[in-house]
């Protein structure tokens, strides 16, 4: 430790930087104009250090754990210390950069402190919109919506109108976006606010070998972890249902070799990138093992920060299905990473059976249903997310129902009412959970779920739920349940009548209704 | 108030007297930009409710309390007695019930009771017993006889 850091300071500091990435999530929250952000949390907020690697993050969304690093990184790589000032303000939402969709915008502030960089503010929300088709699947990146590559959107304290102007005449809802932008900034700045005053409390030397300290600490306790898994190669694999595109199962295919502290996990097996839309980018890829790892190794303690993730180290090539590269498309760039987690569970069961989960529904859930709101006439997306499905169970317990998936940890569904309010063409039925629809065993599987809506004018419909051939696993011989019977539409009154509803928008005339539905999942039955 | 679009609300104290629309504007800006660290001049804003505090001063009420009883509890207080189980090992042994809301100030109860109301039990032990006050609270000691 530094000779003027002592234990206390350094614990002090640590809580510190928590308590500021959760009041620049607030404020995102509360100064957002979008539900998917202050209602569904999907953003993420963080502090890095000068190198870019994490010091606290604020998760809505822990599929992001590397994302908004990578992104901080490759800014400092490509803007230059020397080429930052006081007051600028950088943005980008390049997929191949976050590993992400387009709606995922980054905003990214160089904090100085005397006269130098000492930490990067940095903010990721999900917009509304971002351009692009609507509804069904892509192709390509091109047709995903507007890629802004990494730019200055203020320049030391004076925003760049022409960037604003291209954002605007690109998104379909222009006030959402400008107005959340202005509340990543409001974000972005809180966070710059409180660490120039730490730096001004402590000196920029303690809080950066306060920073060093942390990581020093959670590597420790993360290497501990890793060192009381039995050495040995492990393997495991799963199929997704197709990629949106061709019909066809996409592999997943994991290999995690334990050698004393290090924890390797080897993806070059994995799925070449896809002709749809389920592709994402490296830093996905390292993010679903950094979710993985962090759950196994030291899953309670915070603030996430880099390093608790340096004993886990990543092999994956480029072009496969979680480090595509352009054109690839990438809007659903989240359901692949989760099943990626349930195999890194799966390979290390027989390692650490009391710390295994079975195969979870692994999908975020969505439907998007878009038309004319029948009270305004203007157009309106509707995005239903997340939902909850059923988890695996473990050796101690059964899985837990209703519950959203993984990667979206601290991700919430939208209560009904918010919804309702919004778009007076939409009603909610019911949301119920599916009985029997977890796997048998001595612990059994939790349950999915089904929602439904009532549509009530005219609007193009969507689902996207994973797992409706390939159903989630067991564990110690528990059998698969059944996949998830996704669908849409049927008439008011008549029989069910379920449609898969995943490629093509499905049209929903007035009177009928849609419902989206999760998996319930296997238990381990333990012998 | 909030800024056209935005779903959470600013509250913001108002001056008594005339309120000056784009005085209350600014006020609004800097209000946001003190509580988030940034402000959006220029945007539509909409007031989302108003609250008004008003203060005067009202008689003083006396407590209502309740009528006095007898020192024990009425037959009309009193409902059919019931098994209960207080110790483990020990078989259940019987125990009078009462309705609280029946009792007046001064009953008196020793257990082993149960005291009912439309919320909650009552659990006296045996050994423990409860008087009603003016204001109908139970003042209990624990194990008085014991």
């Given at each position: ?507 929903s005339p007035p009177g009928s209704r849609s419902s989206s539905r999760q998996a319930g999942v296997a ?5 | ?146």
């Amino acid at each position: 430790m530094n000779d003027r850091l002592d234990p206390i300071t350094a614990e002090i500091i640590r809580g510190n930087l928590v308590g500021i990435t959760n009041e620049m999530k607030t404020n995102l929250m509360r100064t957002a104009y979008n539900q998917i952000i202050y209602e569904a949390q999907d953003f993420t907020v963080g502090l890095f250090d000068a190198d870019g690697e994490t010091v606290s993050i604020g998760l809505g969304l822990p599929m992001f754990v590397g994302g908004l690093s990578h992104a901080v990184k490759a800014m400092i790589e490509h803007f230059g210390v020397d080429g930052m000032h006081p007051g600028d303000v950088l943005l980008t939402n390049d997929g191949f950069l976050s590993g992400s969709h387009l709606n995922h915008i980054i905003v990214v502030l160089p904090v100085f402190a005397g006269g130098h960089v000492v930490a990067y503010s940095a903010s990721m929300a999900h917009w509304a919109d971002v351009g692009g088709v609507l509804g069904g699947t892509t192709h390509d990146i091109y047709s995903e919506g507007f890629q802004l590559p990494m730019v200055k959107i203020v320049k030391a304290g004076v925003e760049d109108r022409e960037l604003l102007a291209i954002i605007e005449l690109n998104v379909r809802f222009s006030n959402l976006a400008l107005g959340d932008l202005r509340a990543q900034l409001a974000a972005v700045r809180t966070g710059e606010t409180r660490v120039t005053e730490l730096a001004a409390r402590y000196g920029t030397d303690v809080l950066e070998a306060a920073f060093r300290a942390m990581f020093d600490a959670s590597e420790r306790r993360a290497r501990a972890a890793v060192r009381a898994i039995p050495d040995g190669e492990y393997r495991a694999t799963a199929e997704m249902d197709d990629d949106g595109v061709r019909v066809g199962r996409v592999p997943i295919d994991v290999t995690v070799r334990i050698d004393g502290d290090r924890f390797i996990v080897d993806l070059s097996r994995m799925s070449p990138q896809v002709a749809g839309y389920y592709n994402s980018g490296a830093a996905a890829g390292i993010s679903a093992v950094h979710v993985a790892f962090k759950a196994l190794t030291s899953p309670t303690e915070g603030p996430v920060n880099a390093g608790s993730f340096r004993p886990a180290e990543v092999i994956l090539p480029p072009g496969t299905v979680v480090s595509a590269e352009r054109p690839a498309a990438m809007r659903w760039w989240m359901t692949y990473p989760m099943t990626l987690v349930d195999c890194i569970f799966r390979a290390l069961a027989p390692a650490v059976p009391d710390l295994a989960i079975a195969g979870h529904h692994a999908d975020i859930g969505v439907a998007t249903a878009f038309g004319q709101d029948p009270l305004t006439g203007q157009l309106f997306v509707f995005v239903h997310a997340a939902q909850g499905g059923g988890w695996g169970a473990r050796r101690d317990a059964d899985g837990e129902s209703a519950t959203i998936c993984i990667n979206d940890g601290d991700t919430h569904n939208t209560p009904i009412e918010a919804n309702e309010v919004k778009r007076s063409g939409l009603l909610a039925v019911r949301y119920a959970l599916r009985p029997d629809s977890g796997g048998a065993g001595e612990r059994r599987g939790g349950l999915g779920t089904t929602f439904e809506w009532q549509v009530e004018t005219d609007m193009r419909f969507n689902s996207s739920v994973e797992r409706t051939v390939m159903a989630p696993w067991g564990l110690e011989g528990g059998p698969r349940p059944c996949p998830t019977p996704s669908g849409a539409g049927r008439p008011m009154g008549g029989s069910p009548r379920w449609r898969a509803a995943r490629r093509t928008p499905f049209p929903s005339p007035p009177g009928s209704r849609s419902s989206s539905r999760q998996a319930g999942v296997a238990a381990s039955a333990t012998p | 108030m909030r800024y056209v679009g935005q779903e959470h609300v600013l509250t913001l104290p108002v001056e008594d007297g005339r309120i000056e629309p784009s005085a209350l504007g600014l006020a609004f800006d800097e209000g946001h930009r003190a509580r988030f660290g940034h402000a959006a001049p220029g945007q539509p804003i909409e007031i989302v409710s108003l609250r008004v505090s008003a203060v005067r001063a009202i008689p003083r009420r006396a407590p209502e309390l309740l009528a006095p009883g007898s020192g024990t509890p009425d037959a009309a207080a009193q409902r059919p007695e019931r098994l209960v189980l207080f110790e483990i090992g020990e078989g259940p042994r019987p125990c009078a019930v009462y309705e609280r809301a029946a009792l007046r100030a001064g009953d008196r109860i020793e257990g082993p009771a149960a005291i009912e109301e439309e919320t909650t039990t009552t659990l006296l032990r045996p050994g423990d017993s409860a008087v009603v006050d003016g204001s109908g609270a139970l003042l209990l000691e624990i194990g008085a006889s014991r």
